[in-house]
């Protein structure tokens, strides 16, 4: 992060029952992505705080994030401009597979690269003002930020291709029933559903939660044999865990389990 608050940091993080919410905080610009907010999610991703169970993104000023900043970004050569997209797949990543569940709460702009941080988070909420979007065409650019695959996983490739040639952009409900979010509330409500559901996800047993979040996406790119392996495998070694004997015993006697401290 930024050194010792004097220049202001794009995330501000709050933590509150082992959970992090880490909202954008550049509402006058949308919260578009420029290179110290990706320095700044690679870090906190690459390194969470460690009493930290789950994480919550969310946006300042009623917007989740208008993507890329487009008057920061800079006309690099080609070669650059790989590179920079291959940064920002390797924060994508982390946010995905870095190990902690991630819910994130949208709320008006959810577009480009923000529609990338979202689709790499693992729990979607969305309010009425949602509006998801990839106007890259419109830009004269394409995606970078992974939306290929993220976003081409929840679509598929064909309504993918549609959206972006298009420009089209999705309101609450037809991001509901598409999968670009996972529940519906009202207005001013997505922080607070989000945390909730943060909290009900960190009761987990830690390990199962692990596996979840880097089991099945990899699963969905192997052949069904070798994934009925790898699921065997996952499920072997989670059954050798505390949270296993923990959740076991809670169930027999009638109790709710008990993972962490
Ligand atoms: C920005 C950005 C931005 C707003 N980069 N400055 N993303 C886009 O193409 C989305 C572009 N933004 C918009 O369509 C609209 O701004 C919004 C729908 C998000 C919001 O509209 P509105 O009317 O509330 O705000 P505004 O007046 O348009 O914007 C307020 C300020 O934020 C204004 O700056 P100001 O100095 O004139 O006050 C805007 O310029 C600024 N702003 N969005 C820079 N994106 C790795 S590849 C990923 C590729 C992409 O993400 S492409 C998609 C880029």
């Known amino acids: 992060m930024p050194d010792g608050g004097q220049t202001p940091r794009v995330l501000k993080v709050d933590l509150s029952d082992r959970i992090a919410t880490v909202t954008f905080n550049r509402a006058d ?21 460690k009493n930290v169970d789950a994480v919550v993104l969310a946006g300042a000023g ?68 949602v509006r998801f ?16 695959v993220r976003v081409g996983r929840i679509l598929g490739p064909d309504r993918l291709r549609e959206m972006m040639l298009t420009g089209r952009s999705y309101g609450q409900e037809e991001g509901l029933n598409l999968g670009l979010s996972h529940y519906s509330v009202g207005e001013g409500q ?26 099945i ?5 192997m052949s069904a044999d070798d994934g009925l392996f790898a699921e065997s495998l996952a499920a072997a070694m989670s059954q050798t865990t505390e949270g ?10 009638k109790r709710p389990p008990r993972f962490r401290d």
């Open 190 to 215: 997505a922080l607070s559903r989000a945390q909730d559901l943060a909290r009900r996800i960190a009761q987990n047993a830690e390990f199962s939660n692990y596996l979840m979040i880097q089991t």
């Open 133 to 148: 979007q990839l106007p890259e065409g419109l830009r004269g650019i394409f995606v970078g930020g992974g939306a290929t």
């Open 62 to 129: 009623g917007h989740f994030c208008a993507g890329l900043d487009l008057a920061e970004h800079e006309q690099r050569k080609s070669i650059d401009n790989v590179y920079h997209s291959r940064n920002w797949h390797r924060v994508m990543d982390q946010i995905e597979f870095g190990g902690l569940p991630v819910v994130s709460a949208l709320t008006g702009a959810v577009i480009g690269g923000g529609l990338e941080i979202a689709a790499a988070s693992h729990v979607r909420v969305a309010e009425p003002s």
């Open 244 to 253: 296993a004997k923990e959740g076991l015993r809670a169930f027999l006697e």
């Open 217 to 221: 996406p990899r699963v969905a790119n």
């Open 29 to 49: 610009k949308r919260n578009a992505v420029n290179d110290s907010f990706i320095e700044e999610l690679d870090r906190f991703f690459s390194s969470p705080p």
